[in-house]
T-cell receptor, first 112, second 117 residues
Framework: GESVGLHLPTLSVQEGDNSIINCAYS??????FIWYKQESGKGPQFIID?????DKRQGQRVTVLLNKTVKHLSLQIAATQPGDSAVYFC???????????FGDGTTLTVKP | SAVISQKPSRDICQRGTSLTIQCQVD?????MFWYRQQPGQSLTLIAT?????????ESGFVIDKFPISRPNLTFSTLTVSNMSPEDSSIYLC??????????????FGPGTRLTVL
C-alpha cells in the first residue's frame, strides 16, 4: 500500500522567514498531488496542487516542488506569516479519486 | 471549487445517544466521503457516500455504527450511533470535483466537532 511520510512532525519558524515542509511518498504510480492546510478548528483547505508531468508549481507565496526520482514533495512558503500557522498535509491519492491516504501532517508554528 | 457546509459545527452529547451530521454542497458532486479526525491525529476515511445505494465502508467502520444517507448529489448525512467517549472527534465531509485539466480535486467541509461525555 501507499505510505506517506512527512520528514518533520513540527516546524517552527520566525515570522518573515521562508518555510519548507517536506513529504515523501511510496507509490510511484501517483500522478497528482495536493497540499492542504488545516488551521485549528477547521477542515483541511486546498493550497496548491501539482501533476506528475511538472516538477515545480508556484502560487501566491507558495511553491511546490516534485522530485519523482526520489518520490519527494516539498512545500515552500515565502515570508511566513502568523496566519500560516497550521498543520500541513500532503495526502497520497489512492487509485480511486478522492480516497486519499493522509499522513500525520507537519505542524507549522510561526513565531512573531 | 465547492462550498461545503456542515451542521452542526459542534456538539456535546451523552454516552449512548446518537447524532446526525449533515453535509450540504453548493453543486452536484458524484463523489462524497466522510472522514474522522481524532484529537491530534490525521484524517481517517470512514466511508464513501453513494447516491442511491448503500455507502461503502472502510475497514474498521460498519453501517450499524455509522449509518450514512445520500438522497441526492448535493446532500449527505452521517449518524454516529450509540456514542461513547471514544467517538469524540472531528467529522469531516469531503467531495471530489473535476477541475480544469480533467483533474479530480478533493475539498473538505469545515468539520463537526463532537464531544461525547
Amino acid at each position: 500500500g501507499e505510505s506517506v511520510g512527512l520528514h518533520l512532525p513540527t516546524l517552527s519558524v520566525q515570522e518573515g522567514d521562508n518555510s519548507i515542509i517536506n513529504c515523501a511518498y511510496s507509490n510511484s504510480a501517483s500522478d497528482y498531488f495536493i497540499w492542504y492546510k488545516q488551521e485549528s478548528g477547521k477542515g483541511p483547505q486546498f493550497i496548491i496542487d501539482i501533476r506528475s508531468n511538472m516538477d515545480k508549481r508556484q502560487g501566491q507565496r507558495v511553491t511546490v516542488l516534485l522530485n519523482k526520482t526520489v518520490k519527494h514533495l516539498s512545500l515552500q512558503i515565502a515570508a511566513t506569516q502568523p496566519g500560516d500557522s497550521a498543520v500541513y498535509f500532503c495526502p497520497v491519492p489512492r487509485t480511486n479519486a478522492g480516497k486519499s491516504t493522509f499522513g500525520d501532517g507537519t505542524t507549522l508554528t510561526v513565531k512573531p | 471549487s465547492a462550498v461545503i457546509s456542515q451542521k452542526p459545527s459542534r456538539d456535546i452529547c451523552q454516552r449512548g445517544t446518537s447524532l446526525t451530521i449533515q453535509c450540504q454542497v453548493d453543486s452536484q458532486v458524484t463523489m462524497m466521503f466522510w472522514y474522522r479526525q481524532q484529537p491530534g491525529q490525521s484524517l481517517t476515511l470512514i466511508a464513501t457516500a453513494n447516491q442511491g445505494s448503500e455507502a461503502t465502508y472502510e475497514s474498521g467502520f460498519v453501517i450499524d455504527k455509522f449509518p450514512i444517507s445520500r438522497p441526492n448529489l448535493t446532500f449527505s448525512t452521517l449518524t454516529v450511533s450509540n456514542m461513547s467517549p471514544e467517538d469524540s472527534s472531528i467529522y469531516l465531509c469531503s467531495v471530489v470535483i473535476m477541475t480544469s485539466g480533467r483533474t479530480d480535486t478533493q475539498y473538505f467541509g469545515p468539520g463537526t466537532r463532537l464531544t461525547v461525555l
